[in-house]
């Protein structure tokens, strides 16, 4: 199983990104998919979630500004950025927990990360 992560880039304060992350592979079902961020001398944090129904939950600092999408058909997540700030500044990941076979356990997934960088 492969998660591949695409979309970052250099963008302007205000400005718009979008992310997304593919899973690949033997995968038999994907539950919950979500977004992390790790900026530089900080731990890892949560950006924003979404179960296999469309529920979705977001960091503080980013609700109003992100959203997060999936599809289910391409087992794909998104992540819309706009209204970008410097303090977005960050490697983002994505993870997925996921099931290989049926009767396999939920696993949690992650993928290479891409940088997102927020200046003027």
Known sequence: VQLQAC???LVQPGGSLRLSCAAS???F???DMAW???APGKQRELVAAITS???TNYADSVQGRFTVSRDNAKNTVYLQMNSLKPEDT???YCN????IRSWSPNLIYWGQ???VTVSS
């Open 7 to 9: 979309g970052g880039g």
């Open 25 to 27: 592979g033997s995968i």
């Open 29 to 31: 079902s994907i539950n």
């Open 36 to 38: 992390y961020r790790q």
């Open 53 to 55: 129904g469309g529920t």
């Open 90 to 92: 960050a490697v983002y």
């Open 96 to 99: 997925a927990q996921l099931r």
């Open 113 to 115: 990360g891409t940088q």
